[in-house]
């Protein structure tokens, strides 16, 4: 009789200590992580949160269409500014260059607001000289207070 109470008794504390353990381990902890990272995809036109496959970018045809129009716009709006910029180089050196091979102080072209950033090609002679043209006048520096200004059919 004695024994018996004995062992009943370790089996209920054991039973408590149980149940106390995997009491624990039942608290809702991991499923946060990945309501975050669905959260993160979101249309790139409109942000709406995107609910579909993993390399989906927009919630429709019509947010895609808006994105890559507007995505060309800027493009050819930076294309139209350099053109613009290269036509203006265009003009000064063509109203400089009065004979088709002119030497020109480089303050004139200074003074013209030229932008010696942009030309739309260059040649490199035998002896290393290089002329920069915009379309078909070029200007060759010949030293830091000359430009030789040249045409095209010149070289
Ligand atoms: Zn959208």
Do not use: W
Not at 100 to 121: D, Q
Request: charged share 35%; hydrophobic share 25%.
């Amino acid at each position: 009789m004695n024994f018996k109470n004995c062992h009943s008794a370790s089996a209920i504390k054991r039973n408590v200590v149980f149940e106390f353990d995997t009491g624990r381990k039942t608290k809702p902890i991991p499923k946060r992580k990945n309501k975050k990272v669905m959260e993160e995809r979101k249309c790139l036109e409109c942000g709406e949160p995107l609910r579909g496959r993993a390399d989906q970018k927009f919630c429709n045809d019509l947010c895609r269409n808006a994105y890559n129009n507007k995505k060309l716009g800027k493009s050819s709006k930076y294309i139209r500014k350099i053109n613009r910029i290269l036509r203006t180089n265009h003009s000064i050196l063509k109203d400089l260059n009065t004979e088709n091979k002119t030497t020109i102080p480089s303050k004139k072209l200074e003074k013209e607001n030229f932008n010696f950033n942009y030309h739309t090609h260059y040649y490199k002679t035998r002896n290393g000289k290089v002329y920069f043209f915009c379309y078909d006048q070029g200007y060759l520096k010949l030293d830091s207070n000359r430009y030789l200004l040249v045409k095209k059919e010149d070289i």
